[in-house]
């Protein structure tokens, strides 16, 4: 069974740095690219960042280019968001997700529970 | 960007009866490449991740029930429930993966009436 658990969430202030964390099961991590996309509580989805498989291929949204960054370690079937400079506008659940593909992006066929980041004073 | 606007943005239909909701993007995601259009479509119940329902704007992901289709192709997309059921009550959201950055319509809500 593919299982995307993510973890890391939590309270933060303005400023600050947080890192999200995506463990991966149930599938051959190396061969999928993988998604952040996160939900304001009540709002619609927006999509963050992208990462092919083998690390080659990086994307991100405009309103977190410079400030985030998405990795992934192969080793430990995990992805990762590494959030700087955090705003109150990033306040959102963050979810993981699967790409059906490696090298080019699709749609996502498994997404994890969420993890909760609060941006506040 | 490719804007994704859905429509309407609530709906409630009667169990039983047909709900269609609309997806309108602001350019074509038309694959050229195999003739197929990067739009997808997701169910999200409250307080769940969203599942996928529908890739590559018709084709119906498995275990997913069959009264659920999708149709459209260019900028025009159309999500049909042919008989609502109880368990269909969520939000549902069209996405692209035509370009980056990846968008999504803003959903559209659906209930019972």
């Known amino acids: 069974e593919v299982q995307l658990v993510e973890s890391g969430g939590g309270l933060v202030q303005p400023g600050r740095s947080l890192r999200l964390s995506c463990a991966a099961s149930?599938?051959?991590?190396?061969?999928?690219?993988m998604h952040w996309v996160r939900q304001t509580p009540g709002k619609g989805l927006e999509w963050v960042s992208g990462?092919?498989?083998?690390?080659?291929?990086?994307v991100y949204a405009d309103s977190v280019k410079g400030r985030f960054t998405i990795s992934r370690d192969s080793s430990k079937n995990s992805l990762y968001l590494q959030m700087d400079s955090l705003r109150l506008e990033d306040t959102a659940f963050y979810y993981c997700?699967?790409?059906?593909?490696?090298?080019?992006?699709?749609?996502?066929?498994?997404w994890g529970q969420g993890a909760l980041v609060t941006v506040s004073s | 960007d490719i804007v994704m606007t859905q429509s309407p943005d609530s709906l409630a239909v009667s169990l039983g009866e047909r709900a269609t909701i609309n997806c309108k993007s602001s350019?074509?995601?038309?694959?050229?490449?195999?003739?197929?259009?990067?739009l997808g479509w997701y169910q999200q119940k409250p307080g769940q991740p969203p599942k996928l329902l529908i890739y590559?704007?018709?084709t119906r992901e498995s275990g997913v029930p069959d009264r659920f289709s999708g149709s459209g192709s260019g900028t025009d997309f159309t999500l049909t429930i042919s008989s609502l059921q109880a368990e269909d009550v969520a939000f549902y959201y069209c996405?692209?993966?035509?370009?980056?950055?990846?968008?999504f319509g803003q959903g559209t809500r659906l209930e019972i009436k």
């Open positions: 990462i092919s498989g083998n690390s080659g291929r990086i």
């Open positions: 997700a699967k790409d059906i593909g490696n090298n080019y992006w699709y749609y996502f066929d498994c």
């Open positions: 149930g599938f051959t991590f190396d061969d999928y690219g």
């Open positions: 996405q692209q993966y035509h370009g980056i950055p990846i968008t």
């Open positions: 350019q074509s995601v038309l694959n050229s490449s195999n003739n197929k259009n990067n």
């Open positions: 590559w704007s018709s």
